[in-house]
C-alpha cells in the first residue's frame, strides 16, 4: 500500500474487501446505483450477492445483549446465490401465484404469495406502502337508474344518493413528497351504501404494470427510492425502475401511460379515474355481466406541462390539494360521472378478442361505449386530515349486493392485501370502527374484542347458531338483501403457475396507445421516455429500453434514442397497426371552465377601469380571478391576491394583462431573484417572466390598453393564443372561447405525426 497517497490507499483497500468489483466505464463518477454494472441482457447464472459499494458501511454485528460476534458487518445481509422463502426454502418461481388452471382462482394455499404479499404489507409503519401522499374529501354520489339492468346495487338505483369520501393520491412518494410529480394517481372512493360499504379502488390509468398480485411487491420495490440512498423520492426516472420494465416487458403498457401527459395531472378535478379490473354484476334477475368502472371528469382531461411539473415541485408541492380544497371552498364543486363498460359473461372471459380479466389490458371505448349511471359531486373538505384522510381504509373486497370480483390474478391478491395491510398500518382488526371507515349499515358480525375495540356488544352469545340471544343474528336471505357471491364454475385444472396464453401480448396495446395520441402528446412522450432514461446510470439499461420502444413505435423508438446519442434498435416482434382509439388522446375537445384560475395583472397607477368588470365577469363564469400587483393590499380599491414577488405563472390557467407596471422597488436580484430573469427598463421584469412562462406553457394570454405593449416587450404579440382588444370585457370573452381547449398546443407545431 502507498502510504502516500492516501486516496488510493483507501480505494485499494475498498476494492480488495469487495471483491474488485468495479464499474470498468465510468468508475470515478459518482451515482452508480450498484456495486457492479448491470449487463443488457437479464444474469441467469447463480452467484452470491454482490459486496456493498465502496462507501458503505454497516453496524457491527453484535447479539441483541450487545456482545460482539465477530461477524463481518455483510453477515447481517442476505446470503446465498438462490430465491428463498423466509425460512431458507429454495423457489422455483416468484412471478406467478398458485391457481386452479392458469384461468382458475388463486389459491388460499399458496403459501409463497402469502408470505411475500404479507411480508410486504407490513413493510412500513404507520405511513402506507403505497398512496402514502393523499388528499380526501366529502361528497355525495347520485345514480341515474341506468345501471338497474345489469345491477341490483341498491345505490345505482335511480335517484338514489349517497355520501362517499374519496381519497386522491400518488403511488411512489412518501406522505412529504410533491403532489406533481411524474406518477400514477390513486382515486379510491368509499360509497356508505345501505348495504353495506362499496369501495372503488380506482386509479387514473386504467391498466397496470403487472398482471399478478405475487408480482406487486417487486414492481414497487423497484419504483420505490435506491434503498442505499433513499433517493430518488417519488419518481421513476431511475435505474431500478426501468431495469424492472425493460427485463418484464407486461409493465410497457402502465408505463407508455405514465410517460404521457397522464403521469402529470393538471389537477384531481381534470383527472380520470379506472377500477383497472373487470367485476362482476348481478341484476335482480339473478343475471351475470362483465363491467369495468371509469370516472369521467365533468372538466375534461387536462395535464401540466413537464415545466410546469417542475416549477410546482419548489414553487407548490402541495398544488394538487390546495387546488381540490380552494375549488370546493370556492363553490366550483369538483364532479364526475360514474360509467360502465359491459360485456356479456361468456366461459371466455373476453371481449372483441381482449382478456378481460388482464389488467394490463383495456377495451377501447369505440368498441364499448362508456354508460353514464352516475355523478359524484365532491363539496366539502376534511375538518382534520389525519383523522379522516389518513385513517380512511380501503378494500377491494368492500362490495354491496350486485357487484362481485372475477378471476383477475391481480384482483384476486388485492383481496387478501388490503385486508392485512390495515393490521400494522392501523393497528389491529377493528379499523373498520374508525368514524371515517364507520358503515352506515347496521353491523352485526359476532367479531369481538381486539386492538382498538370501540363498539360495547351485548349479550353472551356471539356465535351461530344460538339460542341464549334469541338467535340473533340471524342469516339473510335473498329478499333481505343478501350479499351475492356468484356461483362461477371453476374447471377443473392442474395447480400450476402460470398464465394463460393470451397475457403474453406485451406491446399490441402500448402501440395502440401510440397511435391514438395527438403529435403534441407524442412529442410529450418522446420528451418524458428521453428524460426518464436519460436519468438511469448505465447504458445497458436504456439500451434494453429501447428495445422495448422498438416493439412499440419505429418513430418514438427512433426520436428518444437520438435524444439519447444511441442507435435505435430493430423491433423483434411484428408491430400491428389498430384503429386509433380516439377516447385516449387528450385533445381535440372542448370543456367548461368551471373553477379555472385567471390572473390579471394590473399597474396601480394607470389602467384599473375595466379591471373590476373584468373581475366581475371571471367570477360569474365561475372560475377565480386572482390580482396579480407590485404590492398586496388593495388596488384601486380591490384586493390584491398576489405579488410579483409571490405569484408565479403555474398558478393561472390564463394570464390577462390589465397594464404595463413599471419595474417596483423590490425588483432587483438582491431581493427577488426572479426579477433578474429579463431586463426592461418599462416593464417590471417578473411580468415579463409571467408572460414568457405562460407562453411557453401553452396557455392563453389577453391584453387591452397598456398591457399590449407588454406582449410586445415580451415577443409573443401576434402569435396563436396571445390575444388583444378594445376591453377587457372583449379581451375576456376571446380568452375563455381558448380556455374551453385547455391550452393552445397550436403555438408549437409537432415534429412527428
Known sequence: MDASKPAKAVKDVVEAAAGKVADALTPDVPGAPGSAPPTVEEPTTPHDPLPPKKEQGAPETRTPTGAATGAPTTANGQQGAFLTTAQGARLRDTDHSLKAGPRGPVLLQDHHLREKITHFDHERIPERVVHARGAGAHGVFEAYGTAEGVTKAGFLAKGRTTNVFVRFSTVLGSRGSADTVRDTRGFATKFYTDEGTFDLVANNMPVFFIQDAIKFPDIIHAGKPHPDREIPQAQSAHDTFWDFVSLHTEAQHHTIWNMSDRGIPRSYRTMEGFGVHTFRLVNAAGETALAKFHWKPKLGVHSLTWEEAQLLGGVDPDFHRRDLYDAIEAGAFPEWELGLQV??????????????????KIVPEELAPVQPVGKLTLNRTPTNFFAETEQVAFHVGHLPPGIDVTNDPLLQGRLFSYVDTQL????????????????????????????????????????????????????????????????VTVTEAPKVRANPVSFDDHYSQ???????????????????????LGKCYHQAIRERQLRCLANIDPVLC??????????????????????????????????????????????????????DEVRRAVFAAGMVPLLVAPHGGLVGGLPVQRTFATGRSVEFDVLLLAGAPAPAPDASPARDAKAGAAASAAVDPRVLLLVDECWRHAKAIGAWGAG??????????????????????????????????????????????
Request: net charge negative; aromatic share 6%; proline share 12%.
Open 343 to 360: 360485456f356479456p359473461d361468456t366461459p371466455e372471459e373476453t371481449f372483441a378478442g381482449i382478456d378481460l380479466l388482464d389488467p394490463t
Open 708 to 753: 399590449v405593449d407588454v406582449l410586445r416587450q415580451a415577443g409573443v404579440a401576434g402569435t396563436p393564443g396571445v390575444v388583444t382588444g378594445g376591453s377587457g370585457a372583449e379581451v375576456l370573452t376571446a380568452v375563455q372561447q381558448l380556455l374551453a381547449a385547455h391550452r393552445v398546443w397550436e403555438r408549437f407545431p409537432a415534429s412527428v405525426a
Open 424 to 487: 400494522t398500518r392501523l393497528g389491529g382488526p377493528n379499523f373498520s370502527q374508525i368514524p371515517i371507515n364507520r358503515p352506515h349499515a347496521p353491523v352485526n358480525d359476532m367479531l369481538r374484542d381486539g386492538f382498538h375495540q370501540q363498539a360495547v356488544h351485548a349479550g353472551v352469545a356471539p356465535y351461530r347458531p344460538n339460542s341464549l340471544d334469541g338467535g340473533n343474528p340471524f342469516p339473510a336471505g335473498d329478499t333481505d338483501g343478501a350479499f351475492v357471491d356468484v356461483p
Open 510 to 532: 402500448v402501440r395502440l396507445f401510440w397511435l391514438s395520441m395527438s403529435p403534441v402528446e407524442k412529442e410529450h412522450i418522446i420528451r418524458a421516455y428521453t428524460f426518464e
Open 558 to 611: 427512433a426520436e428518444v434514442a437520438t435524444g439519447l446519442g444511441l442507435p435505435a434498435p430493430e423491433p423483434t416482434v411484428p408491430l400491428v397497426d389498430p384503429a386509433p382509439s380516439p377516447a385516449l388522446s387528450q385533445v381535440g375537445r372542448q370543456w367548461p371552465a368551471d373553477g379555472r384560475t385567471v390572473g390579471i395583472v394590473v399597474d396601480p397607477t394607470a389602467g384599473l377601469d375595466d379591471v
